[in-house]
């Protein structure tokens, strides 16, 4: 493929190599057997079609990684940051990023690589070119054309910005492409445009998104799996957080304009009140998907064929709760992480130094100890008396050969948003405004709420850099494993709390992002390396 746009022919190929199979699927919809400029585009139905093929591969941007199960959404979002799970060997170096060193050959190779992201990027610069044109009186089955393509272009603006988003957090600068290209040899070669640039074109995407999308789902199940108001609002919330904290790395205090663009969104979600969070006695519920608190997801049920034997749980399951697996696991969580996270205060006896006695003594003082009663660690892990405990968080395995218990597939949609995560955003936002009590009421509604010990709630006089220490542990119990952990990290400055290899010396080079995969070069001229990688891939 000259340079790395695709013909929009092209692209509707790789659409369809996704669409073949039952038109029951909601990622999968009956190919349509023509040409693509010439005859697709006349009916309501063709529109759907494209528009599962957009989600379709915004689900591969996601879910793909190296040969091995290693969804590069989680990669990026959690496994960099190495104090939550380890990755052991196995081959193909990927236990290197969590050293921060990305130059492993397949790496860079997969992980540098952002041609899935521009495929997905692409179809949605057709879908938003296309769609006005499509005459209203070609959609007979569709009862206000206007609403419904109004509709098609706010996913496919969210999409596009969602996706942008994705990438803007992993590498920085990338090249814009808004345009649909009939000809990939007349399409310019485009260097990387600023993150302010990439910022100020997601926020346009998103807002146009805002104003065209509704609240409430025109089809029942497109619920959750596609984009509404409350996903771009959820999308908003991330992205201007993350332009308040990341746009100067140089300085520590957000931006409080933008912080309030964040608490607007929020409120948005809050205050509609078609979210709630899942009872504790469903806590499963949440991670399968499709559950009251979810905002957008991605769809990976087996209900609809749509499983999958790539999902991160696979990285994580044993024998135990997959029975194709060992008992040996590609990741474990890291005892460390479930004793700094899970905890109450207790009277521990050891001996302690008496430096105004100069002398050692036997006593009891108060110390934080493990404790599961919190419900995130005891439905979350298993294997707690190991040094290698099992993330279960994703268990939701469905057998294809359920009587020879072969052909698994992991039926746990992508949670991308949900309403726990904008509720501690909340938290966030707070400490932003220095409302430190209000913060502390948040983190220790969860707490409460999750059944933790009394005692292992925040205290009223702790400082503000005590309470954001405590809301990235929360954040850390919380979300664990849904691709959030490193940007949290990254946006509240605590990466040196729990990031061995990101000093504050690196963080200001931004040696953060990712390089990008050097044979992306060899057709666009005007592509650069990543500033922190030059001279080292």
């Not at 493929?1 to 996704?18: D, E, G, H, I, T």
């Not at 892990?381 to 268990?395: G, H, M, P, R, V």
Request: with cysteine; glycine share 4%; charged share 25%.
């Amino acid at each position: 493929m000259k340079r790395f746009f695709l013909n929009y022919r092209l692209a509707v190929l790789l659409m369809l190599v996704f669409l073949l199979g039952s038109c029951k699927k909601f990622l999968v919809e009956e190919p349509v057997n023509s040409t693509f400029a010439g005859a697709y585009w006349k009916s309501s139905g063709d529109l759907r079609s494209a528009m599962a093929g957009n989600y379709a591969l915004v689900r591969d941007v996601m879910n793909s990684g190296n040969w091995n199960p290693s969804p590069r959404y989680f990669m990026y979002g959690d496994a960099i940051a190495k104090n939550y799970f380890t990755i052991q060997y196995n081959g193909d170096g990927l236990e290197g990023i969590q050293d921060g060193d990305f130059t492993f050959q397949y790496n860079v190779e997969n992980f540098g690589d952002w041609t899935k992201y521009y495929k997905a990027i692409t179809m949605s610069n057709i879908l938003i070119n296309r769609v006005p044109k499509v005459a209203d009186d070609l959609l007979t089955d569709v009862t206000n054309p206007t609403k419904f393509k109004n509709e098609m272009l706010g996913e496919a603006y969210f999409l596009r910005a969602f996706t942008y988003f994705m990438m803007l957090r992993v590498w920085g600068d990338v090249p814009l492409v808004t345009e649909e290209y009939d000809d990939p040899i007349s399409a310019p070669e485009l260097a990387r445009s600023t993150k302010k640039e990439v910022m100020a074109q997601i926020e346009k995407d998103a807002l146009l998104a805002h104003e065209l999308l509704p609240w409430q789902y025109s089809l029942v199940g497109n619920a959750k799996v596609t984009a509404n108001k409350g996903a771009v609002n959820a999308l908003l919330a991330h992205f201007y957080l993350w332009k308040a904290t990341m746009s100067d790395i140089n300085s520590s205090q957000p931006d409080l304009e933008t912080v309030d663009k964040a608490d607007k969104a929020i409120d948005e979600i809050l205050n509609n009140g078609m979210y709630s969070l899942t009872d504790t006695s469903n806590y499963y519920k949440t991670f399968e998907g499709l559950s009251s608190e979810g905002i957008f997801e991605i769809a990976m049920s087996e209900n609809t064929r749509e499983g999958t034997n790539q999902h991160i749980a696979n990285m994580f399951l044993r024998t135990a709760q997959l029975a194709t697996t060992g008992t040996n696991s590609r990741c474990y969580v890291n005892a460390d992480y479930l004793t700094n996270h899970f905890y109450k205060i207790d009277q521990v006896w050891d001996w302690y130094w008496n430096t105004s006695l100069q002398q050692w003594e036997w006593k009891a003082m108060p110390s934080q100890v493990f404790d599961d009663s919190d419900i995130r660690c005891r439905r979350n892990f298993t294997d707690l008396n190991s040094d290698k405990a099992t993330c279960i968080k994703y268990q939701n395995v469905v057998y294809r050969n359920p009587s020879q218990k072969q052909d698994p597939y992991v039926s746990n949609n992508l949670i991308v948003f949900r309403l726990a995560d904008m509720r501690l955003l909340k938290a966030e936002i707070a400490l932003y405004r220095n409302q430190v009590s209000k913060a502390i009421d948040i983190i220790n509604e969860f707490r409460k709420r999750n059944g933790a010990d009394e005692s292992a709630f925040v205290d009223n006089t702790s400082s503000k850099d005590d309470v954001m220490y405590e809301y990235i542990i929360e954040r850390g119990k919380e979300l664990y494993l849904e691709g959030h952990i490193f940007y949290d990290l990254l946006r509240t400055r605590q990466y040196s709390n729990f990031i061995p290899w990101l000093s504050e010396s690196r963080f200001r080079q931004e040696g953060f992002y990712w390089p990008i995969n050097p044979a992306l070069f060899k057709n666009n001229n005007k592509l650069t390396q990543t500033s922190y990688w030059r001279g080292k891939v």
